[in-house]
């Protein structure tokens, strides 16, 4: 039985958003739950209810969501601040997504909270095991990251590939299914991810890198 549940309320309306956290709040009493609420979007918080208006949907933030945490173990809330306006990239979040306008009544938003601590719920009864298997994707072998801390320092393709002693076109296969394994579709996307898992640094001279070389042939 879950006893907390993380919230992050992302929204510049500080009335709406006030009003959204006493909603929660008094929910989630009723279910004997504690609520812990943030309310500023921060790398690795992990929250697993998610109310964000489409204003604040940047691509980084999109990006972040797809990677911070797996689809079945987040559920987002996209407020909608127009009528029939909803960006194309909340589809990339594929699945546990709602839209809402600021119109919703609160037994709505109850029901859809309700909805989402039975899912919750659910992955919580998951067994170790099981709940490991849900989550964790193909793992990156060694040649592709390899070939992703080069990129991460501006290194060419071609230059990748004669270093590597590779074709260019063996170097973008490894990309693609970099991406496809991350579940990214866009090189900014991976730009992103470069930069939160650390592999951006100071670019070195490729001389230096040369010398230090430890070639393994694909």
Not at 28 to 54: C, M, P, V, Y
Not at 103 to 122: E, G, M, N, R, W
Not at 123 to 151: G, K, Y
């Amino acid at each position: 039985m879950k006893k907390n549940l993380s919230v992050l309320i992302c929204d510049d309306d500080r009335f709406y958003a006030s009003g959204l956290q006493t909603l929660i709040s008094e929910w989630a009493s009723g279910r004997k739950l504690n609520a812990n609420f943030a309310d500023q979007f921060q790398l690795r918080a992990r929250s697993e209810i998610i109310f964000i208006t489409q204003s604040e949907l940047t691509p980084y933030r999109l990006h972040a969501l797809r990677m911070e945490m797996p689809a079945f173990r987040r559920h987002v809330f996209i407020i909608q601040q127009q009528e029939n306006s909803s960006p194309d990239e909340v589809a990339s979040l594929q699945e546990n997504v709602v839209t809402i306008s600021r119109h919703t009544q609160p037994a709505v938003i109850k029901q859809y909270l309700d909805a989402a601590l039975d899912l919750l719920q659910s992955v919580a009864n998951t067994s170790p095991l099981n709940a490991a298997a849900l989550s964790v994707s193909s793992p990156l072998t060694f040649r592709e990251t390899q070939i992703l801390r080069f990129l991460a320092r501006g290194i060419s393709h071609a230059t990748v590939a004669r270093y590597l002693q590779i074709s260019e076109k063996t170097v973008s296969t490894h990309k693609r299914n970099i991406m496809t394994k991350l579940n990214i579709s866009r090189t900014t996307e991976l730009n992103y991810w470069l930069i939160d898992e650390g592999f951006f640094r100071p670019p070195p001279s490729f001389t230096a890198l040369a010398s230090n070389r430890n070639v393994t042939n694909t």
